[in-house]
């Protein structure tokens, strides 16, 4: 089988690839150009690119680099910084994965002539007993990534290979050693490419958009302080607000961009009983109505405690949304955070969308 691996420089990514090689496929490593401006984090780096290059030679495949600078600039940074405009807290690394590392990677793999795109995520594609393709988690629950690679669908799980997605990470790291590749002790990136660990997510914005001050104020909406950029605020945000120490913590609970306001209160006032959920996709487009009535498992941050909840209503229109009740009454979740669903039994991906309001 002739397979395009995403090589990002580090180590899953390595070893990846050579595990493809192992097993016989006509392999060659891609690296993605997809970040140009600042970055000292994340894996975008100059660095990263001469890593993945560098194994490649190890392993002896060809490795050739792909800009796509301008469709992430699209489909990631713009959407982002719009996002902030509009009170949303983005998950960049989640669309990243969605347009660039699997929609546009898997149309270059599909028009050079591969049979299947493999990356070096922690996660498994398998098959149920009708033959339609699932997606689990990867075996390594602490490192287990589905949750951002929850959009991909029966057509895209046809052509796109997890090789590390059986292994644990220490297992990961001991064959990278055993290989003497260069990216064996590498540590693995955390951070989003475009922010910089100096100047943060507000000198990042600063940059692009002007920022308002807004009002703070209590949950009876006596003032309390001011914040000089509303669109830094987060629901849920305690820290950086400006408020006067002593006295019980306060968490925003509400944000409301028509009139600059924050509210803050307890965290019992953050706790709500429905979720609503926008541009769900699934797995399998034909289970979308059968999961009315249902419960299931809700994640909503990449290692978060799955939640229990009962699918309230579905739209069966494919992309659309619905709504979830929770079992019991959890902390609201940011608008514009993405929402995963998976089987009670933890490991089968149904799908997921992003968080839109609670109730």
């Known amino acids: 089988m002739k397979v395009m691996i995403a090589m990002s420089g580090g180590v899953d990514s390595s070893v990846a690839a050579a595990l493809l090689v192992d097993a016989g496929h006509e392999v060659v490593g891609v690296t993605m150009r997809l970040w140009g401006g600042e970055s000292d984090s994340g894996c ?26 301008e469709d992430f600039e699209a489909t ?24 660039l590392k699997f929609d546009r990677l898997l149309e270059r793999a599909e028009l050079l002539g591969f049979d ?21 988690r990867g075996v390594d629950l602490a490192k287990d990534q589905s949750y951002v690679v929850h959009m991909l669908s029966q057509q895209d799980l046809a052509k796109v290979m997890f090789p590390v997605g059986d292994l644990t990470k220490d297992q990961v790291r001991q064959i990278a050693v055993d290989r003497g590749l260069r990216t064996a002790t590498k540590p693995d990136s955390q951070d989003v490419c475009f922010i910089t660990s100096t100047g943060g997510r507000s000198a990042f914005l600063g940059h692009r958009i002007p920022f308002r001050t807004a009002k703070v104020v209590d949950t009876d909406g006596l ?34 961009q028509d ?29 979308r109505a059968e ?39 959890e902390t609201k979740v940011a608008p514009g ?8 039994s933890d490991i089968q991906v149904i799908g997921g969308g992003r968080a839109a309001s609670s109730r």
């Open 44 to 69: 975008c780096s100059v660095s990263d690119v001469d890593d993945a290059r560098r194994v490649a030679q190890q392993l002896g495949i060809d490795h050739v680099v792909f800009n796509f600078s």
């Open 76 to 99: 990631v940074v713009t959407p982002y910084v719009e996002a902030h405009t509009r009170g949303i807290t983005p998950n960049p690394c989640i669309e990243c994965n969605r347009h």
């Open 116 to 136: 299947a795109v493999a990356t070096g995520h922690h996660a498994r594609v398998g098959t149920d007993d009708l033959g339609h393709r699932v997606l689990w």
């Open 223 to 256: 003032p309390v302080g001011d914040v000089e950029a509303l669109e830094l605020v987060t629901l849920g945000q305690r820290r950086g607000l400006g408020l006067p120490g002593g006295g019980p913590k306060r968490y925003v609970v509400e944000i409301d």
């Open 259 to 287: 009139t600059a306001t924050v509210v803050v209160g307890a965290e019992e006032d953050l706790a709500t009983d429905v979720i609503e959920v926008h541009a769900v996709t699934m797995v399998d487009e034909t289970q």
């Open 291 to 329: 999961l009315l009535g249902r419960t299931v498992l809700v994640q909503c941050s990449a290692h978060g405690e799955p939640r229990r909840a009962i699918v309230a209503e579905v739209d069966p229109t494919p992309g659309a949304g619905m709504v979830l009740e929770w079992m019991r009454p």
């Open 337 to 344: 955070q993405s929402i995963v669903l998976y089987e009670l």
